[in-house]
């Protein structure tokens, strides 16, 4: 489509707006289709069905609040002097762990958030979490496992009302690179708002360096983080993602040591968790006994650090609050066992309608694309063919008008000199 350039400026963008939206509606209505029809393949349409139940409970806390627990409070440590980082990207509305350091004792902590006063354990909120298994994400469409408003408020390290709970995960490092097993330490503790940082800006203070607290604790994390790479290295099958910034490198080993502390903590004092462990072919399970992750070289690695997005963190962690405040595990491994199968296979149909989402997405942007830039070049090309014909009708008319004007000036001095010589 050729546009007419007589419109005036405000006429263009308003062409160019409803154009835009009238494509957006159009891609959108075809995005519904297709993702209906997604689920329908890999079986996931319960992630569309509306528990009635489940939103008038998360209608009742978002208006009253959350409950307070004096057992709760009691047992939580005091961590509000210790400076926590929370690295994510601009765009992140779900600020589920934070990362810190104590230089005195040399400790390692990862922050994970606390929902567990938000979700009772036998409460439809937790059913419907059970049911869905995950959050899945497939473009500007997302089904968050536990409501997204109240999660956002009361329980994200940036919540609106949040009261800093979380979950602390407490480790040294030995000199190999390797997590001392006899200082893990959980607990439930109540940190102070952490620092919000993009991960442009962690590379930026990584490379530039300073004195700054947040600063010294990005590179004392930076340097663990290296050490624990290199010893993982030696032992895994591959790197994970290969050739990613220092700050997706943090957050990736800060990860990967907090749950590998979860799983050889809990698995010597008998909590029960859910493990990942590859089997012999490869493949990623989870089982309620620790084993070796040969894709990420450690023997040991739990699914703790994400409860707010997956019912295996979720459950996990609920088990881990009743051993910290001293009571009866609200899941035995019997019950774990019996969710193990379900849970594998709805996260394995959401992973793979995920990725298919994704690839039509950019099949789809790469195709509008391609669209876009041969209508720029055929526009380009009659501008162009437009442009010489001008230029050639101009080279052929100019030299005739030069010459033409030449002759009428050349008989007007004639005449002129003809004049004066019959005066005389």
Known sequence: MVLSTHKSYNQYDQYKYNLKM?????????????????????????????????????????HNGCPRDGNDDAMREDLTDLVTVCVDGSRTHVFEDSLGYDFTN???????????????????????????????????????????????????????????????????????????????????????????KRPEEVDNLLRSGGSTPVVRVLTSLNLICDKHRDYRLQHAEEDLVPGRSSADYLVEECMLMANHAVSVFTEREGIPVWHRVTDKRGHIHYTVNSGYHGKMGLHGVSDITSPCRRVVGLISLA?????????????????????????????????????????????????????????????????CSQSSTSSRRSSFATPFRSERSRRTRDSDNWSTVTRNSRKR
Request: aromatic share 8%.
């Open 319 to 383: 088990n881990i609050r009743a051993y910290t405040m001293r009571n009866d595990y609200p899941f035995s491994k019997k019950d774990l066992k019996k969710l193990t199968n379900d849970v594998e296979k709805k996260s394995k149909a959401i992973h793979q309608a995920q990725k298919r989402y994704q690839a039509r997405n950019q099949h789809r942007r790469g195709s509008e694309r391609s669209s876009r830039r041969r209508e720029s070049n055929a526009r380009r090309d009659s501008t």
């Open 106 to 196: 040399e400790r390692v902590y990862v922050m994970i958030s606390d929902p567990g006063r938000v979700v009772g354990w036998r409460g439809a909120i937790f059913r419907r979490a059970v049911k869905q298994v995950r959050s899945a994400y497939f473009g500007r469409f997302v089904f968050h496992m536990l409501d997204h408003k109240l999660i956002s408020d009361f329980v994200h390290h940036h919540g609106k009302h949040t009261d800093g709970r979380a979950i602390a995960i407490s480790f040294c490092m030995q000199d190999d690179g390797q997590v001392d097993s006899e200082t893990i330490w959980l607990q439930l503790a109540t940190i102070s708002k952490p620092e919000r």
């Open 22 to 62: 009238s494509q957006y509606s159009a891609n959108s209505e075809r995005d519904e289709e297709y993702l209906d029809a997604l689920l329908e393949e890999f079986d996931l349409l319960h992630l569309q069905e509306h528990d009635e139940e489940a939103q008038e409970q998360v209608e009742l806390l978002l």
